[in-house]
């Protein structure tokens, strides 16, 4: 199952009978936890970065929808997942899937919305869910903004990563995220086999070690 904010089911048609309004069905709960879930996701600078700059493969926005599908049927088969529980999936994914190590905290806050969204999408409260889903909307309708990524390469040990962005908008109302904000991200390098050389001058080499 893969969720983006467009294929989310939102329907914004308030059910009442009599003119009073009744109880959220369950499917309208899970739809609304659906879109929570992509619209979160959506503001991640760490994910929107990897998606830009095709760290997933070619099919990394697809890869993205697969995500927030994943994370809602986590959270559904796993009713006692809490922040941590989600945070650990958030990263593991992060690091399979788009080769990427985050250790800046920003896949702790990433879980723990999620997780509040989830208690407040039970309940039956919409409220912060429609407030996303209307910033997201009129960042699209003015084009969003793009963040592009260049490596600049320092030397066989050190690298540098710059990061700008072309919207240059300034918004305090929006969800965009400042650049100078965005994390640090560390790009999963492979082991270098290097060779040894023994006391009578010949070459040994040593194999690389599985990880």
């Known amino acids: ?16 009978q009599g003119g009073v309004a009744l109880p959220p069905s369950p499917e309208k709960i899970q739809n609304k936890f659906d879109l929570s879930i992509a619209l979160t996701l959506a503001t991640w600078p760490a ?3 990897a998606v830009q700059n095709s760290w997933g493969g070619p099919q990394s926005a697809e890869k993205r929808d697969w995500f927030a599908g994943a994370i809602s049927e986590l959270i559904e088969s796993t009713s006692d997942a809490d922040i941590e529980y989600v945070e650990e999936f ?30 407040l999408t039970l309940q039956g409260n919409f409220t912060m ?5 209307a910033t997201w909307q009129e960042r699209q309708s003015r084009g969003g903004s793009t963040i592009q990524f260049s490596h600049v390469e320092r030397g ?17 109302g929006d969800e965009d995220v400042e650049m100078e904000q965005a994390p640090p991200l560390v790009k999963i390098p492979k082991e270098k086999v290097k060779p040894t050389v023994d006391g009578d001058g010949f070459i040994e080499v040593v194999g690389k070690r599985r990880r």
Do not use: C, Y
């Open 90 to 119: 958030l990263l593991q994914v992060m690091n399979d899937e788009f080769e990427i190590h985050i250790d800046d905290g920003s896949g702790e806050e990433i879980a723990a919305k999620i997780v509040g969204l989830r208690k």
């Open 47 to 49: 994910l929107t970065l």
């Open 129 to 133: 869910v429609d407030e996303m889903f």
């Open 156 to 172: 066989e040990d050190d690298d540098e990563t710059d990061w700008d962005s072309d919207d240059r908008e300034a918004d305090s």
């Open 1 to 16: 199952m893969s969720i983006s904010p467009q294929n989310s089911g939102l329907q914004l048609v308030r059910e009442t």
